[in-house]
């Protein structure tokens, strides 16, 4: 089916119709339906691996958990890409979640509207499962005013905004949680998912080391420089590194302490 014409007195670039003429031709080419685009081979190794999801709460299934459970699990099992589970406020949905995770073994990502419903998530997921990694990433700006330009008054007024401390240490753990371990459930709300970057550009800022290894203090100093570690022998904060004679203490983007 040809793509539909565009409105009279509309021109519609020729680029357009390429591309969606491009898209239909290469539909029946995909391996699967399943294929991700833009995704090359990827050649480091989980280093923490994982523990298996096990649910801790005294709650057990009751009414209709019972069947709602196995029923999604079946569906996943089956490569169901949609189901939908619907209930009222406080009828255990975030417990029937937790259920189909320690069911499926599979990591997950609950996506949440808001900061407010993601951070009562966090706190429920968490409390399921304290022994796997449950992580939270939201925006991190506690306050933020794009630029603009008031042509009225011909007024510029310039961004703003201020960063959230403890919010940027989360998401840096979620990123790093996802990158070395097998059982993480991150927490999110809808926005972070805009100007993540790709897993590539991340994992190519980071270097190896390995206990009994020979390393260069000063190699090590500008590896972490080149990857925006500042280095402060004073004030030995997150995002810092310090250097005595030749030991080097480097202090994690995502440590809490």
């Not at 304290?130 to 042509?151: G, M, T």
């Not at 960063?163 to 809808?190: F, G, K, P, Y």
């Not at 390995?210 to 570690?229: C, F, H, M, S, T």
């Amino acid at each position: 089916m040809a793509p539909p014409p565009p409105p009279k007195g509309v021109s519609e670039a020729p680029s357009v119709f390429s591309l969606d003429g491009f898209a239909r031709d290469a539909a029946g080419a995909l391996p699967s339906d399943n294929w991700t685009p833009h995704r090359p081979d990827r050649d480091w190794v989980k280093l923490e691996g994982g523990k298996r999801f096990k649910v801790h709460s005294d709650y057990e299934p009751a009414g209709d958990q019972r069947t709602a459970i196995p029923e999604l699990v079946e569906g996943i099992g089956a490569g169901e890409r949609d189901q939908v589970l619907l209930g009222a406020t406080g009828t255990g949905k975030t417990f029937t979640m937790a259920k189909i995770i320690e069911a499926t073994q599979r990591p997950a990502l609950i996506l949440a509207p808001n900061k407010t419903l993601a951070a009562q998530l966090y706190g429920e997921f968490k409390s399921f499962f304290p022994e796997n990694s449950v992580e939270y990433f939201v925006s991190y700006y506690d306050y933020y005013q794009p630029e603009a330009y008031v042509p009225r008054s011909d007024l510029y007024i310039e961004k703003e905004s201020s960063i959230n401390e403890a919010i940027d240490r989360m998401r840096h753990s979620a990123t790093r949680a996802i990158l070395e371990r097998d059982d993480v459930i991150i927490v999110a709300s809808v926005s972070c998912i805009y100007g993540i970057g790709s897993v590539e550009t991340y994992t190519s800022m980071t270097f190896k080391l390995e206990e009994g290894q020979r390393i260069d203090p000063r190699a090590v100093a500008e590896q972490l420089v080149a990857n925006q570690y500042t280095r402060n022998d004073m004030n030995f904060v997150r995002g810092t590194f310090r250097v005595k004679g030749d030991v080097v203490d480097i202090y994690p983007a995502h440590f809490e302490d």
